[in-house]
Each structure stands twice: as C-alpha cells, then as structure tokens.
C-alpha cells in the first residue's frame, strides 16, 4: 500500500492522551496501524483502526495528519463536508467498529470536533 503524497494539513488530526495510550496497546498487538473516518451511516463518529498494509485507501481518501505515528485517513466528502473542522480522537467505554482493531476492548476511538477559524474571502 502507499499512502498520498499530498501534504496533510497542519492541526487538522489530534489525539487525547487517552488515545495514543489505547493506539500504543493496538499496536503492541498488532503492530503499524492506519485510522480511516468514513462518516458513513454506521458508527459515524468512530474512527476505524485496522493493520496498516490491510485496508486499501481510496482514491479519493484525504490523509488528514498523523496520531501516535498512525496516518489519519478521511474520505473525500468527508473531508469537504468539515473542512472547517478539527479532529480530536478520543476514547470512550464501549465496543469499537466490528472489524475496527479497538473492538473487544471495552474502549474504543471517538471523534470529537472543534470548529476552525475561517477568514472571510478578500
């Protein structure tokens, strides 16, 4: 697999240290990981954490920056719709995604959200 070779944008992805800490057991685990935040109808606000090397991006997937070493994927309208938005990957009791790597946990990833400053055009 290879990832993008657009640039992510600076401050667009971060993690609680919650997270790096649950990310650090996966990997422990599992070794390298990537995360990819779909928005789709199912669990839209749980990133999805699989081996990194198993999941194939998309062409149309937008890498928004890197937590804990692990690339941050969002798909493409996703990443238009909160393009004026900040990630913050959290942790919350509960199971994670069914094929997502924090299921069985009793722990799983969360996106939070904070809106970012827009300058007006001109």
Not at 25 to 39: C, K, M, T, W, Y
Not at 47 to 68: A, N, Q, R, S, W
Not at 96 to 111: A, C, K, V, Y
Request: proline share 10%; net charge negative; aromatic share 6%.
């Amino acid at each position: 697999m290879t990832e993008p070779e657009d640039a992510p944008a600076p401050g667009k992805v971060s993690a609680t240290p919650a997270a790096l800490e649950l990310l650090a057991e996966i990997e422990a685990d599992h070794g390298p990981v990537l995360f990819h935040q779909s928005g789709g109808c199912c669990d839209g606000s749980s990133p999805m954490c699989y081996p990194k090397g198993e999941f194939l991006i998309g062409e149309t997937d937008v890498l928004l920056g890197h937590i804990g070493g692990a690339p941050f994927y969002i798909s493409g309208p996703q990443a238009a719709a909160w393009a004026h938005t900040d990630l913050i990957i959290d942790v919350v009791p509960g199971r994670g995604g069914m094929f997502s790597l924090d299921n069985g946990r009793e722990r799983r990833f969360l996106t939070r959200s904070t809106i970012c400053a827009v300058a007006p055009p001109g």
